[in-house]
């Protein structure tokens, strides 16, 4: 039976899908198509944005390190400047040392035998003076004599210490004989840095 077109239903059936198949082809002419184009470029620029961001994250981290190892030589160069003896020349430190050994000594009823300042050292780029003191004393002078050198500034610390003891019978009495090296840290220029 063959379809004619006259029939009312048959047309009306036709002209919708027709008007369906219209719509189909605006909508993927006008909205489908360029969302999908949109969708592609919007893909590629959140790629190239994704790239973009590990680049960033890594020169972040780089910075951070940089500015972490920066803060790290900051308070190494500030506990650097703590730990050496404020003093114009490493002689001067050396006599600044002296000074207070004898005045400590003095009150302290030790007897110093000999003094001799030593040829100065090195700890990296820095100079350490070095200062030897050959004295008598009891043992309870000598922990007074630590104790004191221990409060002394950061710069200053025992570099050698020899102990011998001599007994006396006829006093009753321990003097130890004792060779004690200060060594003092000094760094060129550090008096100007630490009153600036």
Not at 74 to 94: C, D, G, H, P, W
Request: hydrophobic share 40%; net charge positive; aromatic share 6%.
């Amino acid at each position: 039976m063959p379809v004619k077109l006259k029939d009312k239903r048959i047309r009306r059936t036709a002209l919708a899908l027709a008007l369906l198949a219209t719509l189909v082809l605006v909508w993927w002419a006008k909205v489908y198509a360029p969302l999908k184009e949109r969708k592609y470029s919007l893909h590629t620029e959140l790629t190239c944005l994704s790239v973009e961001h590990c680049k960033l994250q890594k020169q972040l981290k780089r910075l951070s390190k940089a500015i972490s190892e920066q803060g790290m030589a900051q308070r190494r160069l500030r506990q650097l400047s703590r730990m050496t003896v404020k003093a114009a020349s490493i002689e001067e430190a050396n006599a600044m040392i002296q000074a207070k050994m004898q005045h400590f000594f003095e009150g302290h009823d030790i007897q110093l035998n000999a003094y001799k300042e030593l040829p100065p050292g090195k700890w990296g780029p820095y100079q350490v003076g070095r200062v030897e003191f050959r004295l008598y004393c009891t043992t309870k002078r000598l922990a007074e004599l630590l104790q004191y050198v221990n409060r002394l500034e950061a710069g200053i610390r025992v570099d050698k210490l020899e102990i011998s003891s001599r007994i006396r019978v006829r006093r009753r009495t321990d003097r130890l004989r004792v060779t004690l090296r200060l060594a003092s840290l000094f760094a060129q220029g550090n008096e100007k840095s630490a009153q600036s």
